[in-house]
């Protein structure tokens, strides 16, 4: 399907895109859609406010009724299985966890020089209750053997040229840990088929990509996986610093496994209007992903100061900021949210460039309008 303006009802697409009102649309040939940061100013992002990021075509061939999804997992274990969703359901535990989605290349779009790729500005995150069962629980049913030590995941969406669009997988030690889900349920009802129903993957702490939508079938593997936007340079970092221009091929480049502490101010909107003499909430999120968040700083009008940070719904949600500003004179003025992690690391006052323009971190800077007296 192209990537034509979001319809306003759902004749042509998956059920839920009907909902997808106020978000941007991306050109090209996929269905590519980010958040305004004032609509992610809830804990959890409603399914209708949350980004969409697909490297191909909508999947064909999926069941209608979701519990009839068969998912395979095979390769490198001693018993393989091939069971319906309703038959996991029955066999395996469902537990939920929050926890933040977000694309490698959120904010993208704000590097300079400018990369290849789709440019998000920012708005390529979300944060959801995904219930699901534990990845490790049907690896244990299925007993890894001893050579496996990633997994390889397979869904049916495919490019124009009919190649997978996307095949990603987990180092075991991932795979394995509790966090990671095989989820069937976003905010508590069934995961919308726009977001990977009936099955995707959810990678605590891992980026986007990762998590794996419309998932049929897991393969573990003895060494990394080389699927679609597995290899080259695609979800890769440079391990090396490096500057604009250095050429690509003289770098050693590693599977991003995780996500640098970033935050986001979701309240007031860009552009806003303030007044002089009226406090106003500047509030948002920040994440991280293995390390956790320690602190956010705001700087209102060129004076930092330190946000209340409130816990999140476990250690992989995002977590509040807030902090009360009242603005003393009149003209535009710029906030700046800068989280730091518990080891000391803040995010970059500037952009965290690299060359395909991932976990981009840099601080968001927002521009107000102070007016002489209240409206
Ligand atoms: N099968 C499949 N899974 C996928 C993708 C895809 O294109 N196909 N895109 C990945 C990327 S790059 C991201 S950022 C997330 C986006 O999830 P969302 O569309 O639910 O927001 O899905 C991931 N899972
Ligand atoms: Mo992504």
């Given at each position: 399907m192209p990537n034509r303006p979001i319809p306003d009802d759902a004749t042509d697409g998956p059920p839920d895109l009907a909902a997808k009102q106020g978000l941007h649309g991306h050109d090209g040939g996929a269905f590519n859609v980010e958040t305004p940061a004032h609509l992610l100013d809830s804990p959890l992002t409603p399914a209708e406010r949350m980004f969409v990021r697909n490297n191909g075509l909508w999947p064909e061939g999926?069941?209608?009724?979701?519990?009839?999804l068969v998912l395979t997992l095979d390769g490198h274990v001693e018993q393989p299985f091939a069971l319906s969703l309703r038959a996991l359901k029955a066999r395996f535990e469902t537990v939920e966890v929050t926890a933040v989605l977000e694309c490698?290349?959120?904010?993208?779009?704000?590097?300079?020089?400018p990369v290849e790729g789709l440019p998000w500005a920012g708005g390529a995150v979300a944060c959801a209750r995904f219930g699901g069962f534990r990845l490790a629980d049907l690896l244990r049913a299925a007993g890894p053997r001893p050579e496996a030590v990633y997994t390889a995941h397979h869904s049916p969406d495919q490019t124009e040229t009919g190649a997978a669009a996307l095949s990603r997988g987990l180092p075991l030690w991932k795979a394995a840990s509790g966090e990671t889900l095989v989820a069937h349920a976003m905010n508590g009802v069934p995961l919308p088929r726009t977001h990977g129903g009936p099955l995707r993957i959810v990678a605590p702490g891992f980026p986007g990509s990762a998590w794996q939508k419309w998932l049929t079938r897991i393969e573990l593997r003895d060494r990394e996986h080389d699927g679609?936007?597995?290899?080259?340079?695609?979800y890769r970092v440079p391990t090396t610093p490096v500057t604009p221009g250095d050429p690509l091929d003289d770098l050693d480049w590693a599977v991003i496994e995780d996500v640098p502490v970033k935050s986001l101010v979701t309240?007031?909107?860009?552009g806003a209007r303030l007044a002089v003499g009226e406090a106003v909430e500047i509030r948002g999120f920040a994440w991280s992903g293995r390390v956790p968040v320690a602190s956010v700083a705001v700087a209102c009008d060129g004076t930092w100061r330190e946000a209340a940070v409130e816990d999140g719904d476990g250690p992989w949600a995002w977590r509040r900021f807030r902090l009360t500003w009242t603005p003393s004179r009149e003209g535009p003025a710029t906030l700046i949210a800068r989280a730091r992690d518990a080891g000391g690391r803040p995010q970059p006052l500037g952009q965290a460039w690299n060359p395909r323009g991932y976990c981009n971190n840099g601080c968001q800077t927002l521009e107000v309008v102070v007016a002489a007296s209240p409206r």
């Open positions: 999926l069941p209608d009724d979701p519990d009839d490698a290349g959120n904010g993208r779009g704000l590097l300079d020089p679609a936007k597995m290899t080259g340079f695609d309240h007031p909107a860009a």
